[in-house]
Nanobody, 122 residues
Framework: QVQLVESGGGLVQAGGSLRLSCAPS????????MAWFRQAPGKERDIVAA????????YYADSVKGRFTISRDNAKNTVYLQMNSLKPEDTAVYYC???????????????WGQGTQVTVSS
């Protein structure tokens, strides 16, 4: 069974940093675009960042530009989200997802992780 497994979430103070990791199991995702989405209580699941299969192309939501960095290591079959200068409004469950292309909309992603909680205290 193909599964994406996220790790690295937790509780951090505003201004702090966290690094999320996503390690697929069951198959390699080196030929897939990968993305991070987040969903806060009562809100829709929104894209945070996406990266092409080669890593040459990235996309960031305006709210995280300059603070978050998405990267991938295809040799390790792992995708990362480095989050710096965290704000309380970044609090959400963060999901890793995979698709054939780096889409912005969640509906186009075929594979999802179970999510990891990120909580930023003020």
């Amino acid at each position: 069974q193909v599964q994406l497994v996220e790790s690295g979430g937790g509780l951090v103070q505003a201004g702090g940093s966290l690094r999320l990791s996503c390690a697929p199991s069951g198959r390699t995702f080196s030929d897939y675009a990968m993305a991070w989405f987040r969903q806060a209580p009562g809100k829709e699941r929104d894209i945070v960042a996406a990266i092409s299969w080669s890593g040459d192309s990235t996309y960031y939501a305006d709210s995280v530009k300059g603070r978050f960095t998405i990267s991938r290591d295809n040799a390790k079959n792992t995708v990362y989200l480095q989050m710096n200068s965290l704000k309380p409004e970044d609090t959400a469950v963060y999901y890793c997802a995979a698709a054939g292309r780096a889409y912005i909309e969640a509906k186009y992603y075929n594979y999802w992780g179970q999510g990891t909680q990120v909580t930023v205290s003020s």
